[in-house]
């Protein structure tokens, strides 16, 4: 795919579907950077999810606007990115095409909602509480009808989801 034009590339869907850990396998596999979406959220933001607080819009378009600016970036530079970002609803990702400045493709995560919330019990170490899946899940619009999207089902290991996803940019890209 390196051969190709640059791609930019969102792994996106609810918190514990696993988008860190796909993408930074997808990154891997496409030679490219991986940027983790969740580091660019502000210090306030951070603190209102560990406080079990759900985001409000107003609170995601800065965020959104910075994942859209990195994915930006690496257009300029003419190289291909893989970002992590939940974007759960459409006009978040609409802002995302609109803030990247050119053809975007997303990779949604999806699963059982026992799976998701046994893998963000698993979790150590991040902000995301179990408490806020719920809050997520009733804010997912699925992107399934959307140009430019990859679904891959993620009760698989992260190997075999990142290939799936992989084979979905490609058939995509025609690379």
Same mark, same amino acid.
């Given at each position: 795919? &390196?051969?190709?034009? /640059? ?14 850990? %796909?993408?930074? #396998? =997808?990154?891997?596999?496409? *030679?490219?950077?991986?940027? +983790?979406?969740?580091?660019? #959220?502000? +210090?306030? &933001? %951070?603190? @209102?999810?560990? @406080? ?5 819009? *107003? ?5 959104? *606007?910075?994942?859209?600016? +990195?994915?930006? @970036? ?19 990702? *609409?802002? !995302? ?6 053809? =975007? ?27 806020? =899946? ?8 699925? /992107?399934?009808? +959307? ?24 058939? !995509?890209?025609?690379?």
């Amino acid at each position: 795919m &390196n051969a190709k034009a /640059p791609v930019a590339i969102v792994v996106m869907g609810v918190s514990g579907s696993g988008k860190t850990s %796909v993408g930074e #396998h =997808l990154a891997a596999r496409l *030679d490219c950077a991986f940027v +983790e979406g969740d580091r660019l #959220h502000p +210090e306030a &933001n %951070v603190a @209102k999810m560990a @406080k079990g607080i759900p985001l409000t819009d *107003d609170d995601r378009w800065p965020w959104l *606007d910075l994942v859209g600016s +990195e994915l930006a @970036k690496a257009r300029e530079r003419g190289e291909s990115v893989v970002v992590s970002c939940s974007a759960l609803k459409q006009v978040y990702r *609409d802002r !995302l095409r609109r803030e990247s400045g050119g053809t =975007l493709y997303f990779i949604f995560l999806t699963g059982d909602p026992k799976v998701l919330e046994q893998r963000m019990g698993a979790r150590t170490g991040h902000f995301m509480p179990t408490s806020l =899946l719920q809050s997520q899940l009733a804010t997912l619009e699925s /992107p399934e009808h +959307e140009v430019g999207v990859v679904t891959v089902d993620i009760d698989a290991s992260v190997d075999a989801i990142a290939d799936k996803a992989f084979d979905g940019i490609s058939a !995509l890209t025609g690379a």
